[in-house]
């Protein structure tokens, strides 16, 4: 069935790989002795490749049911015989696509969808599959954990990579070969995006996940797409043809799509100290996004000292970072230069012995980085039958999901007819049921099991510590396990204290998983020990698992898993390191503000790392751990509360700055790379302050402003913070004329109750939006989180639908809600509001054409902005003009 040089290479990796793997052999190999000959091929192929997370995390009768579905799917349809080794193998059989937890989900998948796609093309079956993802789930931003395309379905929403995942793996099931796309991050625009491609027999064509469309090439995303640095693919595999391969370390492969999405230049970089060419140096390539200066590709330089990559037409950031081992005196040292790709091809010299090339330490730096041109989009047109029966099949779906949705159960904070004291037990488990959306069995039983003897209060306990998403996938008999276990220690410490960081299951962006039996692996002996002194655990545990790189190790695995298998990336190990404090009763976290890992003990909290093996005293005790999480203590906003230690950052007080869109925070690591540093509760107090309660150390502060086209001017300053030391550094917004924005006259429309759209001196909103489409939910989701700095101009803003059936939105009724006095109008009944869109996109040389329409009207009807589609920060560019 495969060539033999496939099964030759397959074999011989597989050798090479079986001793990391034997740590859990009787789990992973036991399968082989009920799998046919085909069979052990791909289960072959999945230990050889995928990474060692997944290996430690699930067992072999899931990979062989995976491996059956997929050599069944590729029998059963006709495009099947057609595929090469190499599609078959890394586009079909390959059970990963991005960080999701792996399900048995093949067979419910290919069941649904068998007789719906029967005689199909491979073209038409992936368009009428992305119609019933449709059906499934719809948009809606959530956390950054990858949810499987069971819970997708289970949950009927999920954010752009949840949804690509689901519809790769949904083709997947019925053996089109398909891929997940992103970009990591804009350069337009903050924020990022995933789609998907499917191969449809001579080419690889894209679609939007669970954005169906009458043809395929089409999406909101292709005009933001012309303005992207890189597009990328990834998967694990060992063989790969006719691709652009950007990084291989490993098993992983990075693969540069961009050529399909615009027009690239390239750029070719040699790094250098003096004159020796440095071999094995980390490459940074940079845009600044979110304000931080956020990676947009990483790749090693050559024996040559050299990249060379195809990227987009515009701005970059370049950090490079030494192989300090095998240039010890180069260590610590970073360069830093912006490059531009905005004329076409670059070549580039860097050189460590270039003192004007390494990073600035010490003070502010400032950058102009220029996006991309925008590019006029002209998406691929369908028949206006083919449009028009499209729009009908996608009511359809629409009410077949809301038909769904409607047994989940309702939420008591917007169920008229229920009436709750939100203190009461019955409130907070109506509010934990109506999370847990279709996973409700789950959570029921749960909660009403009685043979434990848990009492309602302590396990509603447990489901409010664990985030919404975790309550539409997690299982009774792993909420048991926590519960039971956890137990005995609630009375040893206050109630937040052992809830957050001892009952709770997750730790960061894991899979939540039944892990309290560590506490069985240590002796009794070894516990009195960690209970002393918890670095004992840190010191057994790093002992016996071997910490493997990112690359071969993926994601974070399951903990037991993980030491079972002795080996798992450094972050599996703090994981479990964790995991086993909990499981014995020590409050242990991943610091939230800088992810570093810590426990709780006499009072404090002591951080430890992997490397040195030793902790420092945080220095605060608990009722202090507010101020370290970015939080104010009442203190904060009293003019006389004067601050130790710490960076306290001041702003001019005419001076608006949004967080994480304008100001940003990171930690500049020994060896000169960047930790990102997130504040729950980010606030300038009454003084036009924020303090930063922060270790010793170095830091960066990023504060940037975006103009209407995209560009990002920054300001980059670095300083120390130094032990019981104040520094205080003054930051200002950077202030260049945004002149890319001209003035328009407003196109007026007719609204069904003969009324105008006018504007006055403090500026009218109109906002033409298409509800459940992605661009139109951004910018829902951002409304609701303006909150009260939206109010005034919601006064003056008026929502048109392009489509008066989506009133029903979900997002669009929360928005209405909190911010009432929105006009919602209707236009004419003859108004043809698709051609006045058209006609607005050419009047406001707009080249984005999508919805949604944001416009700002002044006095004299002239349009003093205009944003179109996608475009993350619209409503804080909003407010700025109105401002």
């Not at 998403?469 to 609630?490: C, G, P, Q, R």
């Not at 899979?511 to 918890?534: D, G, H, Q, Y």
Request: glycine share 4%.
């Amino acid at each position: 069935m495969f060539t033999e040089k496939i099964v030759k290479k397959i074999e011989a990796d597989f050798q090479s790989r079986k001793p990391l793997l034997e740590g859990r052999a009787d789990k992973l190999f036991n399968v082989f002795e009920d799998a046919s000959p085909e069979e052990i091929i791909c289960l072959k192929y999945l230990y050889s490749y995928l990474p060692i997370s997944d290996c430690s995390s699930y067992d072999g009768k899931l990979f062989l049911n995976l491996v059956k579905d997929a050599l069944l799917a590729k029998e059963k349809f006709p495009w099947g015989k057609d595929l090469s080794d190499e599609m078959f193998f890394n586009y079909v059989l390959s059970v990963r696509v991005n960080n999701e937890d792996l399900t048995d989900h093949r067979s419910i998948i290919r069941e649904e969808l068998s007789d719906r796609i029967d005689g199909m093309s491979m073209a038409d079956a992936a368009l009428e599959i992305n119609l019933w993802t449709y059906e499934k789930a719809t948009y809606q931003a959530t956390d950054g954990r990858t949810v499987s395309p069971l819970t997708i379905m289970t949950r009927a929403f999920g954010r752009c990579g949840e949804e690509s995942t689901f519809l790769v793996s949904a083709l997947r099931s019925v053996a089109l070969p398909a891929r997940q796309i992103y970009t990591p991050r804009w350069a337009a625009s903050d924020d990022n995006h995933a789609w998907v491609e499917v191969w449809t027999g001579s080419k690889w064509e894209y679609l939007g996940a669970c954005e169906p469309e009458a043809i395929l090439n089409k999406g909101w995303f292709s005009a933001p797409a012309k303005r992207g640095m890189i597009m990328q693919t990834s998967l694990h595999t060992g063989f790969i043809e006719n691709e652009e391969i950007i990084r291989h370390e490993g098993d992983f492969y990075l693969l540069n799509v961009s050529d399909t999405y615009f027009d690239p230049a390239n750029l070719k970089l040699t790094v250098k100290n003096g004159n020796e060419e440095i071999e094995n140096a980390l490459v940074n390539l940079n845009v600044i996004n979110y304000a931080q200066i956020s990676p947009i590709s990483s790749l090693k330089t050559d024996k040559t000292g050299q990249i060379s990559v195809k990227l987009g037409k515009g701005d970059l950031l370049l950090r490079v970072l030494p192989d300090s081992e095998k240039y010890p005196e180069l260590k610590n040292k970073v360069i830093e230069k912006k490059v531009s790709l905005i004329d076409g091809d670059i070549e580039v010299v860097v050189d460590f012995a270039d003192e004007n090339q390494l990073m600035l330490e010490q003070g502010v730096e400032h950058y102009y980085m220029t996006a991309p041109k925008p590019e006029k989009n002209e998406d691929p047109q369908a028949s206006p039958e083919a449009e028009e029966r499209m729009q009908e099949r996608k009511r359809e779906a629409e009410a077949i999901r809301e038909a769904y949705q409607s047994t989940f159960y309702a939420d008591p904070d917007e169920d008229s007819e229920a009436e709750y004291d939100k203190e009461v037990l019955e409130y907070r488990k109506a509010k934990v049921l109506a999370q847990s959306l279709g996973n409700k069995a789950e959570i029921e039983k749960f909660l009403d099991e009685t043979e434990t003897g848990l009492d309602l209060e302590y396990k509603i306990e447990l489901l409010e510590v664990i985030r919404w998403k975790d309550l539409s996938d997690i299982t009774y008999e792993i909420l048991l396990d926590h519960a039971v276990a956890s137990n005995s220690f609630k009375f040893n410490f206050e109630k937040d204290m052992f809830v957050e960081n001892i009952l709770n299951p997750r730790v960061d962006n894991e899979m939540i998983r039944a892990w309290r039996t560590l506490a069985s692996v240590f002796s009794e002996e070894e516990i009195a020990k960690f209970k002393e002194n918890p670095l004992e655990i840190v010191y057994l545990i790093d002992g016996k698992v071997e910490t493997l790189n990112q690359a071969d190790s993926g994601g974070m695995a399951d903990p037991l898993g993980v030491l079972e298998m002795g080996k798992g990336s450094a972050l599996s190990k703090l994981l479990l390191i964790i995991a086993s404090m909990r499981s014995l009763g020590i409050p242990a976290r991943l610091n939230p503000t800088d992810r570093h890992a810590e426990f709780y003990m006499d009072e404090k909290w002591h951080g430890f790392d992997l490397d040195n093996k030793s902790y420092k005293v945080d220095g605060n005790n608990d009722s202090d751990v507010a101020s370290r999480l970015g939080k104010h203590k009442e203190d904060d906003k009293d003019a006389d509360f004067a601050y130790k230690s710490g960076l306290l950052i001041e702003k001019d007080e005419n001076e608006t700055i949004e967080y994480m869109t304008q100001i940003g925070f990171s930690r500049i690591e020994e060896d000169g790379s960047l930790s990102s540093l997130f504040f729950k509760d980010f606030e300038f107090n009454n003084k036009n302050e924020f303090h930063a309660d922060l270790d010793p150390g170095k830091y960066q502060v990023l504060v940037c402003k975006r103009s209407a086209r995209g560009n990002n001017e920054a300001y980059l300053y670095r300083t120390e913070v130094k032990e019981g030391q104040l520094t205080s550094l003054k930051i200002a917004m950077p202030q260049a004329a945004d002149t890319d924005q001209k003035k328009f006259d407003f196109l007026p429309l007719e609204f069904s109750d003969n009324s105008e759209f006018n504007g006055s001196e403090e500026l009218n909103f109109l906002a033409i939006l298409e509800p459940a489409a992605e661009p139109t939910e951004h910018f829902f989701n951002e409304l609701l989180e303006a909150d009260e700095r939206f109010e005034d101009l919601s006064t003056r803003t008026s929502f048109v639908l392009n489509d008066f059936r989506s009133e029903s939105d979900q997002k669009l009724k929360a928005v209405l809600e909190r911010f009432p006095e929105i006009k919602l109008r209707n236009v004419a009944e003859n108004f043809d509001i698709n051609k006045y869109v058209e006609n607005s996109f050419k009047k406001y040389e707009l080249h984005n054409l999508r919805l949604p329409l944001l416009l700002l009207v002044n006095e004299k009807q002239e349009v003093v902005r205009a944003i179109s589609g996608y475009q993350v920060g619209s409503v804080v560019q909003v407010l700025h003009e109105v401002q």
